[in-house]
């Protein structure tokens, strides 16, 4: 088996007739298909077992609710291909999705990010795309990992090629604990240990944002927490690496900083009140300074300044004020 594509399915009945169906109508023997059905109340599962009993190459999987991360591992527990491709249920691939996936696994590296469209109700908003790249060395390694954490290329686990015996020789796993920032963690510390590394501008792949309900859309009362352990978590891996990684640690103090932005932003779009808002955001500040991350390199100063001296008010207006505008 070359492909094994990933499908964790939670209360998805809207949207993963489409989802399955981009990938089937490829037809292709050398690609396995696992649906993880992560508790869904709704049909998902009487769809899915239809499926399984129409395609041979669908493997199903049911498992009690344990959120995203469980159910991804879930399915990498019984992945057989040569590389792991995650697809979200509310998402779908490109028509021509595998024949441009076995042109650029010629060279046989050990990870290949591509180029995806942000839609919504069928509208495409946005292309994704970073330049194309080859990595072959661990100076080259490196440089793109910092790129990658200060773009925020590898905030998503989709639109990825991993090969799996890289992820069953390191035991890696998504953080089950992490609601938010899990992918981040995965795809960060796969590329601690990859050695050959490609990025392509060829889009195979379509996130579609129409859901409303989205957790993403949501305040979350833990997020700095979250966030905080995301921070944590990457820098334990790049510990655990053989990397001597400078520069990355000072990428993931920067990573520490934004994320702290984007804590003030969730709070901006809740609906809490001035100064609940601002309680939040001083408890927030103090949690981010707890950690005494020191800021490397002007940008990462200049971004931590309004953290470290608690502005929450000069924060919140700012967001409120850009919310408004958008």
């Known amino acids: 088996m070359k492909y094994s594509v990933i499908i964790p399915v939670y209360n998805s009945e809207n949207t993963i007739k489409r989802c399955i169906e981009s990938i089937t109508a490829q037809k292709r023997a050398d690609v396995e298909i696992i649906i993880v059905n992560d508790g869904s109340t709704d049909m998902s599962e009487a769809f899915c077992k239809s499926l399984q009993n129409e395609y041979n190459n669908i493997v199903y999987v049911h498992k009690e609710n344990g959120g995203v991360s469980s159910a991804r591992n879930s399915g990498l527990s019984v992945a057989t291909g040569k590389y792991v491709m995650f697809v979200d249920s509310d998402d779908y691939v490109d028509s021509q999705c595998f024949e441009t996936l076995d042109i650029y696994t010629k060279s046989d590296a050990d990870y290949y990010q591509f180029a995806f469209a942000i839609e919504a109700n069928g509208i495409v908003k946005e292309d994704k795309a970073w330049p194309e790249r080859q990595v072959n060395n661990i100076d080259e390694k490196e440089a793109f990992i910092v790129e990658s954490v200060v773009t925020r290329s590898i905030n998503s686990c989709w639109a990825k090629l991993y090969k799996r015996e890289i992820i069953e020789k390191t035991g890696l796993n998504f953080y089950d604990g992490l609601d938010v920032g899990e992918d981040l963690t995965f795809v960060f510390t796969f590329l601690l240990s990859a050695e050959k590394i490609e990025r392509n501008e060829k889009q195979i792949y379509f996130v579609d944002v129409s859901n409303e309900d989205s957790l993403s859309r949501k305040y979350r009362e833990n997020l700095s927490e979250q966030l905080i352990d ?18 990355i640690k000072d990428s993931l103090a920067w990573l520490h900083y934004r994320n702290a932005y984007s804590v003030v932003n969730d709070l901006s779009r809740s609906n809490l009140g001035f100064f609940d808002r601002r309680k939040k955001l001083l408890d927030m500040c103090r949690l981010f300074n707890d950690k005494k991350v020191t800021p490397a390199g002007l940008k990462c100063k200049i971004i931590s300044i309004p953290i470290k001296l608690r502005l929450v008010t000069v924060l919140d207006t700012a967001f409120q004020l850009a919310n408004k505008l958008r």
């Open 230 to 247: 995301v921070y944590e978590n990457m820098l334990s891996a790049l510990k655990k690496s053989h990397i001597e990684g400078v520069a």
